[in-house]
């Protein structure tokens, strides 16, 4: 069992939860997941590692709430115990000194699984811009958090309800054109967010590396649920990744197939519903 | 020799075609106390058995069929057990007919005894009765890790038990069984069966860590560091392979790992209440002939598809599943398409798949094994219009366990390079099951953790021996 010690509402979908996981702690690093079932009915949902805390043994997450057993995690509260919790799974971020600063972009919920890899770009001695953006003010956080580890962080809103307004994208622009001896960048958020960012990095030659959350199950490889086309390689992200050069990612694929239960993903959400007004699910 | 040995073969109740292929529930139904006393007269007692030779662990069959003839089921359990930690599955998922019942003398003019179907008996009606324990050794005070819970780690870890190991087992999932779990069906082998067998080896003091990636969360010189005096390596063959044509990313395109996996483990079945979605279109093709794919054709016309086909390169003969799984597919409405490969997977614009393209074989002269290959015929390609790929040609060595140690040989394929009793390049660390063989049986895992955990004690003996000199 792996209780929940701390639970953060940033907004009424976007939340965070401090878990006690020791071992999963002890090894954790940047660039990498881990994967939950909250209870004996529950997906596996993967999650990448948006901080750890080796002294206190915690792992955090921060997830936006989709399908129904994202919604189900989140009436959890500090105390509930998640029943599996595995990990870290995945290969770490190649953190190095690069000749040159390093842009990091974080969209919605992406600037969680943003922030180690930052903290670690900064600690290995790198300048590193910061650029973190959402649909709007009330789905951004952990802006402090984000200014602590950058160099510079430029704080975007789609609608401009907070910082300035516009695209990810945009911003990147204008942090190229000031340095354009910019050495990597690392962009990670929702798939076409990603994929912008490649489009817009491409030109100039810039190794830019996303992270893929495709659909997973078990992590180790053993499925293949996670097959992300990168140039002529099919490869699984569990094992292989989740972080690719974005530039060899096919993103329409794997948009796609994001998509492959979304049928079902919606007949769960109307049984959650029917739940909670007192019906059982008449599977038996 | 009696009229009796010579009586026809105890035939296998089964749950009607038409129904079971709507159901999960268990295909085959058992003996009766009848059929199984009247069965095991049927075994000549051989002076040399020679079934024993084709058990890779070694079962004292004909006593134990003696015993089912006297109807002494609790001394056949007892005689069972001392050899097999888990008979209630072997009973169900071993290929008998090239096993033990291929070398029944019996077999020679008339059926062979059935050696599983009593296995299977036998088991059971322990089960029913309360479970005995096998006899232990004393404990030794000395640790060994079994890295992964199938069915070489389990088979493994349940004789260590016994010798009076502490036994920890690592395991990646969230429970313990390996493919016992995640891939063969419930109407194959019920997961009931599975979990009281593993009971049994809890019962015999093995502790089970779930959740627990070896090569992640912990790696193998770890676990000797830390106080493991042998560490077991039964990672099994996890890793799915493709076929590496077109359109194989498509939507609509799973492993038969994924496809069981959603449905067993995650009871996919049963959603939305459990929450793991599996998915299965109209008109399936199942790429493969072997058990696994047997496995994935006959989950999908349970789980409501309209055609399911086989879609396997060369003929009948050469279909690699058990003789039972090809025979209850064809009864239960499978549809074998054989000499046929899929050269093309073909797309919508949605990016799901709508069609595949296939190209008929022949069997051409036969190659150096003796095996006549299949040649493709120029022109014959083919559309076939279908919504769901199941991938079924075998799965490669995992390699997240292998990666953390790279000191340990390996062979071409990843697979760990082990001799007969599981000893590896590193002293004290051991493997067995498909990460050594690659992807094989049940039964050969359970051989190899057995010959293994005899290894492991002769090792730790010897440690031990030269540390009191």
């Known amino acids: ?284 | 020799m009696s009229l009796k040995q010579r009586a026809d073969r105890q035939g296998m109740p089964c749950q009607d075609p038409q129904v079971r292929r709507h159901n999960f529930q268990e295909v085959a139904l058992g003996y009766t106390k009848e059929q199984a006393m009247e069965e095991a007269g049927r075994c000549l007692q051989c002076k040399k058995p020679k079934c024993r030779e084709g058990c890779p662990v070694e079962v004292l069959i004909p006593d134990f069929i003696q015993a089912v003839a006297d109807g002494d089921f609790a001394q056949a359990a007892v005689l069972l057990k001392e050899k097999n930690a888990l008979p209630a599955i072997c009973g169900r998922v071993c290929p008998q007919e090239s096993q033990c019942e291929a070398k029944c003398i019996v077999g020679i003019k008339s059926e062979p005894v059935a050696i599983g179907r009593l296995e299977r008996f036998v088991a059971d009606w322990e089960m029913r009765q309360g479970a005995t324990l096998p006899e232990q050794a004393p404990r030794k005070g000395k640790k060994v890790a079994v890295v992964g819970a199938g069915p070489a780690g389990l088979t493994c870890a349940a004789d260590l038990a016994k010798l009076g190991y502490d036994v920890t087992i690592f395991e990646a999932l969230h429970t313990a069984g390996g493919v016992l779990m995640y891939g063969i069906p419930e109407f194959r082998l019920p997961k009931d069966i599975v979990e009281q067998e593993i009971d049994n080896l809890r019962k015999l003091g093995v502790e089970m860590q779930f959740n627990s990636v070896v090569g992640k969360a912990t790696n193998v010189h770890e676990l000797l560091a830390n106080g493991y005096e042998a560490v077991f390596l039964g990672t099994g063959a996890g890793l799915p392979n493709f076929m590496g044509i077109p359109g194989e990313n498509l939507c609509g395109v799973f492993s038969a790992n994924e496809f069981l996996t959603r449905t067993n483990l995650m009871k996919g079945y049963c959603f939305p209440e459990y929450q793991t979605p599996v998915k299965v279109g109209r008109k399936v093709a199942v790429l493969g002939a072997g058990n696994v794919a047997m496995d994935a054709a006959r989950t999908a016309l349970r789980l409501g598809a309209e055609e399911v086909h086989i879609i396997y390169r060369r003929s009948e003969k050469e279909m690699p599943a058990r003789a039972e799984e090809i025979e209850h597919a064809h009864e239960e409405g499978v549809q074998f398409q054989l000499l046929t490969s899929p050269v093309e997977i073909i797309g919508d614009e949605n990016g799901w798949v709508k069609a595949m393209k296939c190209v008929r074989f022949e069997l051409g002269e036969p190659d150096a094994s003796g095996r006549r290959s299949p040649v493709a015929i120029p022109g014959s390609e083919y559309i076939m219009d279908i919504d769901t790929v199941i991938v079924s040609i075998g799965t490669g060595p995992n390699p997240l366990a292998t990666k953390s140690v790279p000191d340990l040989e390996l062979n071409r394929k990843g697979n760990i390079v082990a001799d007969e009793d599981g000893r590896t390049s590193i002293p004290g660390v051991f493997a067995g099951g498909d990460i050594v063989t690659g992807a094989a049986t049940v039964i050969l895992a359970m051989g190899a953790g057995k010959k293994s955990a005899r290894a492991i004690d002769e090792y730790v003996m010897a440690k031990t021996a030269e540390k009191a000199i």
Request: include cysteine.
């Open chain 1, 1 to 284: 069992m792996y209780p929940i010690v701390r639970k953060e509402i940033f907004s009424p979908t976007v939340k965070l939860f401090d878990i006690k996981a020791p071992l999963v702690a002890a090894k954790a690093q940047a660039g990498q997941f881990f994967i939950l079932r909250a209870d004996e009915k529950g997906e596996r949902i993967p999650l990448t590692i948006a901080d750890f805390d080796r002294e206190e043994g915690t792992i955090t997450a921060i997830f936006q709430e989709m399908g129904a057993g994202t919604k189900r995690l989140g009436q959890l509260e500090v105390g509930d115990n998640i029943l599996d919790v595995v990990g870290p799974l995945g290969v770490p971020s190649e953190i190095e000194r690069f000749d040159g600063p390093v842009a990091i972009v974080g969209g919605g919920v992406g600037i969680a699984p943003i922030y180690p890899i930052a903290k670690a770009l900064k600690a290995a001695g790198n300048e590193v811009f910061a650029i973190i953006g959402a649909r709007n003010k009330e789905l951004l956080f952990w802006e402090e958090k984000m200014a602590s580890v950058s160099s510079k962080l430029i704080v975007c809103t789609d609608d401009g309800s907070y910082g300035r307004k516009g695209f990810v994208t945009d911003a990147l622009k204008d942090v190229y054109e000031a340095n354009s001896n910019l050495n990597h960048v690392w962009a990670i958020g929702p798939m076409p967010m990603m994929r912008a960012i490649t489009n817009v990095t491409r030109p100039w030659g810039v190794k830019t590396i996303v992270s893929m959350n495709p659909l997973m199950m078990d992590g180790t490889g053993m499925c293949g649920a996670c097959r992300v086309q990168v140039g002529n390689e099919t490869k699984f992200a569990c094992v292989d990744g989740p972080e690719f050069d974005g530039h060899m990612v096919d993103f329409d694929l794997a948009m796609k197939r994001l998509s492959i239960y979304k049928d079902e993903e919606k007949r769960a959400l109307a049984a959650l519903e029917h739940q909670h007004q007192g019906g059982g699910c008449g599977c038996h």
